[in-house]
C-alpha cells in the first residue's frame, strides 16, 4: 500500500517556524491539482529554490530528512517543465514513486484542511495557524480548529471461495472495487459495515473480522479495513444511485486493480490467495 515506504519514513510531527532549506519539496495547488514534472516512475515536484524568494512556505512534515511545505499563495503559474495535475492523474499516468506518492497523498490532506478553514465557522473572522501545535486558531473568538479526519470502512464480503466485488455507478473507474463508506455519527465501525452492506447490496452480513487501515486517501479519510460473511440470501440488490455493476467472484477469477497502493486492491489480493483472517 502507499503508505508502506520502509526504508523511507513519513515524520508528521508539528514544527513550529521551520524554515524551508534550498532543496526541500514545496507543493503548489491549482484548484484540485498540483504542480508536478517527471516521466512514469519519475514524479518530481518543485523545490524551494524553484520558486519566487518572496513566496511564503508553510511546513507540513518531513519525508526522511527533507522538508515538505506548501504554497500558501494558490494558483501559482506552472513552471518550465512543470504542469498541473490532479492526484488521480499523477497516481495512474507518473505511478510514482511509491514514497511521492504518499507524501502528495498526506500533503493534499492538509492544504485541503486549511484551505477549507481560512475562516472561523463560529464568528467568520479570518483565522491564523497556531505557534504551537497543528492547529488554526481564530483571534477574535478564540475557537481553535484541528485537522479533520473522516473515518470510513472498507468491506470484503466472502461466501465460501467468493467475494463481492463491486463498480462505483457514477464515476469511470474501469476495476472492481469493494462496498464502501463513511461512518456516520454515532454509528460504530461495525454498525457502519452492516448499514453500508446492506444499502449499497441488500446483504446482511455477519462474523467481522478487522484486517488494516489505509491512513490516506483524496477526502481526508482514514479507511479500516473489514472481512465478512453474508449472513443467509446471496441475492445481490444493488442501489443503482451507489453502485453500477455487483457480484460474486471466486477467488481465481479475481483481477487487482491498476496499482498494489490501495487497502482495497491488498484486500481482494489476500482473499485471492486465501490468506483473510478467518
Request: hydrophobic share 35%.
Amino acid at each position: 500500500m502507499i503508505q508502506e515506504i520502509h526504508p523511507h519514513e513519513l515524520h508528521n510531527e508539528f514544527l513550529p517556524g521551520k524554515e524551508a532549506k534550498a532543496g526541500d519539496i514545496v507543493i503548489c495547488v491549482k484548484g484540485d491539482s498540483l504542480m508536478v514534472s517527471g516521466e512514469p516512475g519519475s514524479l518530481e515536484f518543485p523545490r524551494r529554490s524553484n520558486l519566487p524568494e518572496a513566496m511564503d512556505c508553510g511546513y507540513l512534515f518531513s519525508l526522511d530528512a527533507e522538508g515538505v511545505y506548501f504554497a500558501l499563495k494558490e494558483g501559482v503559474e506552472a513552471l518550465p517543465g512543470f504542469r498541473y495535475m490532479t492526484l488521480r492523474e499523477i497516481r495512474y499516468e507518473l505511478k510514482g514513486p511509491l514514497p511521492l506518492m504518499y507524501a502528495a497523498y498526506t500533503a493534499w490532506h492538509l492544504i485541503s484542511w486549511y484551505r477549507d478553514n481560512r475562516f472561523c465557522g463560529r464568528c467568520g473572522h479570518s483565522t491564523r495557524p497556531s505557534g504551537k501545535e497543528r492547529a488554526l486558531v481564530c483571534p477574535e473568538c478564540g475557537y481553535v480548529i484541528y485537522p479533520r479526519i473522516a473515518p470510513a470502512v472498507i468491506v470484503g464480503v466472502t461466501h465460501g471461495d467468493e467475494i463481492l466485488l463491486t463498480k462505483y455507478a457514477n464515476r469511470n473507474i474501469p476495476f472492481y472495487a469493494l462496498v464502501a463508506g463513511f461512518v456516520e455519527i454515532g454509528e460504530t465501525l461495525e454498525e457502519c459495515v452492516a448499514r453500508e452492506v446492506m444499502e449499497e447490496t441488500g446483504l446482511r452480513v455477519r462474523n467481522l473480522r478487522y484486517y488494516k487501515s489505509q491512513p490516506w486517501g483524496s477526502v481526508q479519510n482514514l479507511l479500516m479495513g473489514f472481512y465478512c460473511d453474508v449472513d443467509g440470501d446471496t441475492a445481490i440488490r444493488l442501489d443503482r444511485t451507489e453502485l453500477k455493476e455487483g457480484l460474486w467472484v471466486k477467488r481465481e477469477d479475481i483481477v487487482g486493480q491498476l496499482d498494489d497502493w490501495s487497502l482495497t486492491h491488498h484486500m481482494m489480493m489476500v482473499f485471492k490467495e486465501g490468506k483473510e483472517p478467518r
